[in-house]
């Protein structure tokens, strides 16, 4: 797939054996086990060892001893910003934006929340964190996928803006408004391409120590960027999933990431997608030629089961929602039982789930 080319990712189930609804990737999650803050320390999460048929309950720090020499790490280093706004309509009822993408000429598309919907030609004026006037945004028209975006123009540079007067874009399940911790914690230590409004969060385990324990393993690193959009958490609403409408993401997978991945495949060496969104880039750069290849662009890959893998051999993943089309991703990876079967084995431990919670380590199911 050539730079800028729209990649459809989306798998046709009629070529699978079984047929899966929407129902085969739910299971019951205690409210108490959604982790509402880190770990006190980022490798100190727990590790789900999912590789075997036996589930592992292991440590992360433990993480280098469980990869070879030669392996290869796929990290997404897309960079979460600010990306939630509080304000006000010219009418004085509340508004809440979520930018979704920034766009050329100070333009952005933003999810909104307000009382009514406003219209195109008004006013948005957008408050400081102290609750203070900040800045006008006007309202340009409606945008994307059934026109659930609105198209915004700010009045300067849209990263600055928000860097300076949003906040941290913490997922609905976290309870709690966004603390100065969050601005530190719900971020990669290697976050380096502003762009994301969620978290690649299979890498928020790592810290420079780890980083350096995998260095000393001889574990290669390499990166991709795909920057998280809000659909990541857009509920599945079809009960056949081939109904679903997936998402689109901006992704790029260049020629630095694509000699790494042929290096560890010459020296016999598997290459381990740190979290779905690595996975998302890495298969999507693959999809058109069969075979990866640099590419940037848009992504709406849907991965389900039946899916045919032709890069990643090795998942390292948190716990995701029931039901959700990331479920959907790691058991088209790891095997639609096994993963149901690990998901139990979770709960029963008390592993803690979503964005702040533990992690599992998976290998590739034979068919997959």
């Known amino acids: 797939m050539a730079p800028g080319i729209r990649s459809s990712g989306r798998y046709s189930l009629n070529a699978m054996t079984t047929t899966y609804r929407l129902d085969d990737f739910d299971f019951a999650l205690p409210p108490e086990l959604i982790a509402q803050h880190p770990a006190a320390q980022r490798s100190a999460s727990r590790l789900l060892d999912g590789r075997g048929a036996t589930p592992v309950d292991r440590r992360f720090g433990e993480l280098p001893s469980l990869l070879d020499p030669g392996d290869l790490l796929v990290f997404n280093d897309t960079r979460v910003i600010k990306a939630r706004l509080y304000g006000r309509k010219a009418s004085g009822g509340a508004v809440e934006a979520l930018v979704e993408r920034v766009l050329p000429g100070h ?5 909104l929340r307000a009382s009514k919907s406003p219209r195109p030609g008004s006013v948005l004026q957008f408050a400081d964190r102290e609750g203070a006037d900040a ?4 309202v340009l028209g409606r945008a994307g996928p059934d026109d659930s975006l609105f198209h915004l123009r700010f009045p300067s540079d849209p990263l600055a ?6 906040h941290v874009p913490l997922p609905p399940y976290i309870t709690h408004a966004d603390e100065p911790d969050d601005e ?31 260095d000393a393993r001889g574990v290669a690193r390499a990166r991709v960027t795909l920057h998280v959009g809000a659909g ?19 992704f790029e997978v260049d020629a630095a990431c694509v000699a790494a991945v042929q290096a560890a495949r010459a020296r016999g060496s598997r290459v381990v997608a740190v979290g779905t969104t690595s996975v998302r880039a890495l298969e999507s750069a693959a999809r058109e030629a069969g075979a990866l290849q640099a590419a ?7 991965i389900t ?13 948190n716990f995701h929602l029931p039901r959700s089309t990331l479920m959907m991703l790691v058991a088209a990876f790891a095997g639609h039982a096994h993963v149901m079967a690990l998901y139990r084995h979770a709960v029963e431990a ?17 068919s997959a």
């Open 350 to 366: 008390r592993y803690r789930f979503f964005s702040y919670g533990d992690a599992m380590l998976l290998a590739k199911a034979s």
């Open 296 to 302: 940037s662009g848009e992504t709406d890959i849907f």
């Open 232 to 250: 990541t958490f857009q509920p599945v609403r079809t009960e056949r999933i081939e109904d679903h409408r997936m998402h689109s993401e901006w």
């Open 135 to 138: 800045f006008e945004a006007e």
């Open 305 to 317: 089961p039946g899916f045919t893998f032709r890069v990643v051999d090795r998942l390292l993943t």
């Open 107 to 111: 333009e952005v598309l933003a999810h």
């Open 184 to 214: 530190r914690r719900y971020q990669t230590v290697f976050a380096a391409r502003p762009g994301a409004v969620a978290a690649p969060t299979a890498a928020l385990h790592f810290d420079e120590a780890l980083l350096a324990a995998l």
């Open 161 to 166: 803006l928000l860097e300076a007067h949003g």
